[in-house]
Structure formats: C-alpha cells, structure tokens
T-cell receptor, first 113, second 114 residues
Framework: DAGVTQSPTHLIKTRGQQVTLRCSPK?????VSWYQQALGQGPQFIFQ???????QRGNFPDRFSGHQFPNYSSELNVNALWLGDSALYLC????????????FGEGSRLTVL | AQKITQTQPGMFVQEKEAVTLDCTYD???????LFWYKQPSSGEMIFLIY??????QNATEGRYSLNFQKARKSANLVISASQLGDSAMYFC???????????FGPGTRLSVLP
C-alpha cells in the first residue's frame, strides 16, 4: 500500500523563479494538505484541498497556490520565489475533511539562492 | 500567542529508560484533538498518538502514552523503554473543532544514548 509520495525530493531555485511541487496521497485518501517547515521549526499550514477545491488557507500570500486533480493528487505552486521560501514542503493526506490523523510524505526540500 | 508550546528544545535519555516530552496548548474551543508526531532525519512526519478533548482516558499506543491533563491544558508524551531508533524530532499538534488545519509546536529533539 503506497503511502504519500512527493516529488521532487530536493530542488534549487533562484530568487524570482517559480516552482511546482507534486503530491500523490495515500491510497483511499481524498484530502491533501500542504505544510511549510522552515529549518528548526514546526510545520505551518499552507492550505488544504478536498473535492478539487481549496477548503482552508493558512497565513500565506497569494504567491502560494495549489490544485487538486480528479485522482486526488495535488500540486503546490510558488511564484516569485524569495530566500525566505527555502524550507521543507510537506504534503499530508487524510480521508475526508476535517482531517483525522494526517499521513505525511517525506517532503520536498526547496532551496532558494 | 503560541497555541502549542514545547519548552524542551532537546532531551537526552538512556536506552531502556522512560522519557516525558512536554506539550501545553491554548484554545477556547471545547472540541479539539491533540496529536504527537515523530520526525526522523528523513523528514517524514510519523503519527504516534491521538487524544480527543472529550476522551475520558489517556491514550496509549504501544510504548507511547499521552498524559492528558485538560484543566492544565497539558498533553505530555511518555515514551517507555526508549530505543536508539526513537532518536528524532517530536512535534505536538492540535486541531481545533472542525478546523481543517493542524497547528504544530516547535518540536523537541530527543536523543537516546546507548
């Protein structure tokens, strides 16, 4: 049973560029949440997708956007990257919303130079 | 105001000993859930244990137990018989009511010594 998978695992971008991160939820899950984890901190909620719609959003600017596809997979897009966007981006899946237990992937580590 | 506080940035424990990781929370919602996650160096957050605000008994999962003191807004994680593989970051998290998001604390780094 495949867990949550994320790609890419590591990437390096320069300021001003755009990035797309991808997530496939655990089998049977229909809800995807994205979290940003800066070095030495706990994860912070970006947004959640359920039934292809953004259900709730954390305190992140509009540069952060997302999408959920009919197969429940999801993308996180970040435009106009700046140094402070360097972090581990974690995808978590659950069944239905509000979520019970969250299942996390191993994350995509983004470095912005 | 911090909703989840973990006052121990780092903890050391001898192998086979028990250890308690502290977590206090702040909410005015009578319905909430409390979670503990383990994050090894690989980055993946691994679910350990859950406590609902209306649960009468403290949650237990194998070597993990949650010391839930509702009046003190405390949800400490107890790991019994520590193993070397328990060395990792540990995060306390809360979901309020029917909210969609989890709020995480800053974490505690646990090191198990042989």
């Amino acid at each position: 049973d495949a867990g949550v998978t994320q790609s890419p695992t590591h990437l390096i971008k320069t300021r001003g560029q755009q990035v797309t991160l991808r997530c496939s939820p655990k089998s049977g899950h229909d809800t995807v949440s994205w979290y940003q984890q800066a070095l030495g901190q706990g994860p912070q909620f970006i947004f959640q997708y359920y039934e292809e719609e953004e259900r709730q959003r954390g305190n992140f600017p509009d540069r952060f956007s997302g999408h959920q596809f009919p197969n429940y997979s999801s993308e996180l897009n970040v435009n106009a990257l700046w140094l402070g966007d360097s972090a581990l981006y974690l995808c978590a899946s659950s069944y239905r919303a509000p979520p019970g237990e969250l299942f996390f992937g191993e994350g995509s580590r983004l470095t912005v130079l | 105001a911090q909703k989840i506080t973990q006052t121990q940035p780092g903890m050391f424990v001898q192998e086979k000993e028990a250890v308690t990781l502290d977590c206090t929370y702040d909410t005015s919602d009578p319905s909430y859930g409390l979670f503990w996650y383990k994050q090894p160096s690989s980055g993946e957050m691994i679910f350990l244990i859950y406590q609902g605000s209306y649960d009468q008994q403290n949650a237990t999962e194998g070597r993990y137990s949650l010391n839930f003191q509702k009046a003190r807004k405390s949800a400490n994680l107890v790991i019994s018989a520590s193993q070397l593989g328990d060395s990792a970051m540990y995060f306390c998290a809360m979901r309020e009511g029917h909210g969609q998001n989890f709020v995480f604390g800053p974490g505690t780094r646990l090191s198990v010594l042989p």
